[in-house]
């Protein structure tokens, strides 16, 4: 005989359906921001409107509305579910890896192997380059410096164990580091060049420079 209790029985009913309509937000969420890069990616900012967004989603403008506050608004959110999940599984894939070169090395390829995946090739990270307002671009940038800290442990750490040189300065390499990333890009869209290549580049800059010190260089800089 079933003796459970009414109130019980409704509790899991409600929160069964709870789930449903929040699945069911996220999804029309997720549909108004990948919309939002279709459109950007094809016709830039200025031609980006919310009217556009909602029909390319399928929804009502009213609706669009209802998420979001502006078009800027839509690819902030855009980018702040991209970092945050590429935040995530880099973190995962840096603890799987032991020792501060090898760490560094999939910290690049990484980032590569991102801006390889097909449907990255006009992805969220680029919309930073689009002519956005000064206050959304430091909203955006204040989640991608989350990245820049994780590379910034790496540089700290591989220091600390003598394998980087000891005139490394964690925050101002890894920034630059980054920007060595963001060149990078450009040639993975390209797709001319392997991932592992890029990768294989990137640490031969970071590593050895891109000049080897000469007896009569080393000299002439003592001198100077």
Not at 10 to 19: D, M, V
Not at 68 to 73: A, C, I, S
Not at 198 to 220: F, I, M, R, Y
Request: aromatic share 4%; with cysteine; proline share 3%.
């Amino acid at each position: 005989m079933d003796t459970e209790r009414p109130d019980a029985a409704a509790g899991r009913s409600g929160s069964g359906w709870n789930r449903m309509v929040a699945l069911h937000k996220e999804q029309l969420r997720a549909a108004i921001g990948e919309a939002a890069v279709q459109i950007a990616a094809e016709q830039g900012l200025a031609g980006t409107t919310m009217s556009k967004i909602a029909e390319r989603a399928g929804v009502s403008r009213a609706t669009a509305y209802n998420y979001f506050k502006d078009v800027e608004h839509v690819l902030l959110s855009v980018v702040s579910d991209e970092v945050d999940s590429f935040y995530g599984r880099l973190r995962e894939r840096l603890d799987g890896v032991h020792g501060p070169r090898a760490r560094l090395e999939a910290f690049l390829t990484a980032h590569l192997e991102y801006f390889a995946r097909p449907e990255r090739r006009s992805g969220a990270l680029q919309l930073q380059a689009l002519g956005i307002s000064p206050t959304i671009r430091e909203r955006m940038a204040a989640h991608t410096d989350r990245l820049r800290a994780l590379l910034s442990e790496v540089l700290e750490s591989g220091r600390a164990e003598g394998v980087f040189d000891e005139r490394v300065s964690p925050e101002r390499h890894a920034e630059l580091l980054m920007h060595l990333l963001s060149a990078a890009r450009g040639q993975v869209l390209r797709g001319d060049v392997p991932v592992a290549t890029l990768a294989a580049d990137l640490l031969l800059l970071v590593e050895n420079g891109l000049c080897q010190d000469g007896p009569s260089e080393a000299a002439g800089r003592g001198r100077a």
